[in-house]
């Protein structure tokens, strides 16, 4: 029987360092006001969706990651406005959805100054995550002479 591990393909931490753990922590120790402001709302669900924040995925740590629909939210500053910055935000963000997640980004004066509509659009996202997901395991079929498993 194969072991059960949240930081093997798919589980919580897919692939996750555990080093990555210890930045994670102190990086939830030190969010930033827009980040802060955005987990006071989601930080008990959205649409019995838990979220969690600072959240290490691969070589990555999420601002906030709802395993369940496979979502990542990134808050990012002016800084992420600069050319290589948001050079490497892209190349970063195309590697993650290459594992099958989806990520959204929200500027910080969004998350500041228009918070209801963030907290829809993550709402909208969340419900077309789960209808994808819902989807792909109705269309994944077990191979002949044993079950399935779902990735």
């Not at 709802?66 to 496979?70: E, L, N, Q």
């Not at 290459?98 to 990520?103: G, T």
């Not at 079950?147 to 990735?151: A, D, T």
């Given at each position: 029987m194969a072991l059960k591990t949240p930081y093997k393909k798919g589980g919580m931490f897919e692939g996750a360092n555990y080093l990555?753990?210890?930045t994670a922590k102190?990086?939830?120790?030190?969010?930033?006001?827009?980040e802060t402001v955005l987990w006071m709302h989601i930080k008990t669900g959205v649409n019995d969706f838990k979220f969690r924040r600072q959240?290490?995925?691969g070589l990555y740590i999420a601002d906030f990651y709802?395993?369940?629909?496979?979502l990542i939210i990134e808050v990012d500053g002016s800084i992420h406005n600069l050319v290589e910055n948001n050079k490497a935000d892209q190349a970063r963000q195309t590697e993650i959805?290459?594992?099958?997640?989806?990520?959204?980004?929200f500027s910080n004066e969004q998350v500041l100054k228009e918070?209801?509509?963030?907290?829809?659009k993550i709402t909208e996202v969340l419900i077309i995550q789960t209808q994808n997901a819902s989807s792909k395991r109705r269309s994944v079929k077990p191979p002949l002479g044993g079950?399935?498993?779902?990735?």
């Open positions: 990555l753990f210890e102190e990086l939830r120790k030190n969010m930033t006001v827009a959240h290490p995925i709802c395993h369940k629909a496979r959805e290459s594992w099958d997640y989806k990520v959204i980004r918070i209801e509509v963030v907290l829809q079950l399935g498993v779902l990735l």
